[in-house]
Structures are given as C-alpha cells and as structure tokens.
C-alpha cells in the first residue's frame, strides 16, 4: 500500500486543494482511496476528481481497465451536530470513461458515484472483493489462498483443498501441494496416530509371547504355556527392592 498526499489546484491562481490518496495493489488491479482531508482549504474531492483520478493515473502509471476509484469522506461531524448523518463518514466508488486526449494521454471524464458500504469499501482495499471498473454493478469474491495468503483474482486457477476443508489454493501453491497448511499437517501426523497401536501389538507379542492376530491360532496353547515371567517388559530388575 502506497500513501501520500496529492495537491493540486482546479485552475492557476486558484487555492491550493488536498487530497490523501492510498493506492492498494492487488493481483487482480489497483484500489485507490481519494480521501478529503478534514482541513482542506481548496476544491473538494468530489468536486476534481475526474483531475486528480488524471493526475494519480499518470503519476503512479495505473491501468484505468484494472483500477477500482473510490472516494472516501472520513467522520467529519461539526460540534452540536454529531446526530446529523450528513457528516457521517461516506465511501462511493467512481467511475470514469477514460478516452484519449490530443497528447496519446487516457483521460478520466463523466464520473459516476456509486455508494459503498464501509464493508465492501474495505473488502475491496484489502483484496477480498474486486469490482470491475467497466461494470461496477456487482462485486465478484476473491478467496485467499490458504497456503501463501494471496488473493486469487477471479480470472486465476483457483483449487479446492485436497483435504476436503474447504479452503482455497492458489495455482502456484497447488503445483507444489494439493493442501492446505492445515490439512497437510493432518496427513503428517497420522503415522504418530497409528504409534499407539503398533506399540500396543508389541506389547501384546511381548506379553503373550505370540502376535495378537495369532490369538485363535492352532499354536496359542503352545505359546500360552511357555509363558513363565510376569515382570512388565523392561522391570525386570525390579525385585532390587528385595534387598532393602
Ligand atoms: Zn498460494
Ligand atoms: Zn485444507
């Protein structure tokens, strides 16, 4: 994430305006928050946008097809009005026609304000939705990738975990793992889980003096009698307490 603060002015002589912009790149295209500062002394966002949408567009080289504009107007209640929902903090997204000008440049005009919920404005920010920019109508999801934490772009491979979990592995993640972190520490513990039993066969062997499988055997008179000693495997010194 990128952020810093564009001035600019509508015309020459006019006042010096701010605008805190934060630029969030994601695999799947660019967000960029137009935030008006409380203490702006000149033009509004709203009122330059489709300028300073131009002026960021070409300073930070951004694909207008793959960049989401919205514009952001934080809590900004003046004293005795704090129930007046006017001054509530806003996100919209922007849209433009960008077209070419004289001088090969893509140009923003005929913006469009769409009103976002602060949950889909920050779903958006953080990668988790991605809207397209030439149809703003609908948001589409953007799992995270379960190993490598990457937002999969709605256009990308995107594979079920082979653990049945539910999750989602990015391509390159699945090349080198059908699992996620989780499941694939699941599929690794289960040699331990099978310990108790091979050991307790062992100890049965130990014990009886024949496997456990041979337990009906023609053969289990024979062992059963040629059983003699009642220590536990590894006590038998422990008649040392005689001693005492
Ligand atoms: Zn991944
Ligand atoms: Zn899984």
Not at 27 to 54: F, R, Y
Not at 73 to 83: A, F, K, Q, S, V
Not at 102 to 118: E, F, I, M, Q, Y
Request: with cysteine; proline share 9%.
């Amino acid at each position: 994430m990128r952020v810093y603060t564009l001035y600019h002015r509508p015309h020459r002589g006019a006042t010096l305006a701010a605008c805190h912009v934060g630029i969030h790149t994601h695999p799947h295209g660019t967000v960029v928050v137009l935030t008006e500062p409380g203490d702006n002394p000149g033009i509004s966002v709203t009122n330059a946008v489709e300028q300073i949408a131009a002026q960021v567009a070409m300073m930070d080289e951004l694909d207008p097809a793959a960049t989401v504009w919205i514009e952001h107007y934080p809590n900004r209640h003046p004293p005795g009005l704090e129930d007046d929902s006017t001054f509530d903090e806003t996100y919209d997204l922007v849209s433009f026609s960008w077209e070419m000008d004289g001088t090969g440049r893509l140009v923003p005009s005929r913006p469009v304000w769409k009103r976002l919920d602060a949950e889909t404005a920050y779903r958006l920010m953080i990668g988790e939705v991605w809207i397209d920019p030439a149809n703003a109508e609908a948001t589409v999801l953007c799992p995270r990738c379960a190993v490598c934490g990457a937002s999969i772009s709605p256009d990308e491979v995107r594979t079920p975990c082979a653990g049945g979990c539910g999750a989602v592995l990015c391509f390159y993640c699945a090349i080198s793992g059908p699992r996620c972190l989780g499941c694939a520490a699941e599929l690794d513990r289960q040699p331990d889980e099978e310990l108790p039993d091979a050991w307790l066969e062992a100890a049965y062997e130990d014990r009886h003096g024949y496997p456990d499988d041979e337990r009906d055997s023609p053969f289990e008179e024979q062992y059963e009698n040629s059983y003699v000693d009642d220590y536990p495997p590894g006590l038998d010194d422990a008649c040392d307490i005689d001693d005492w």
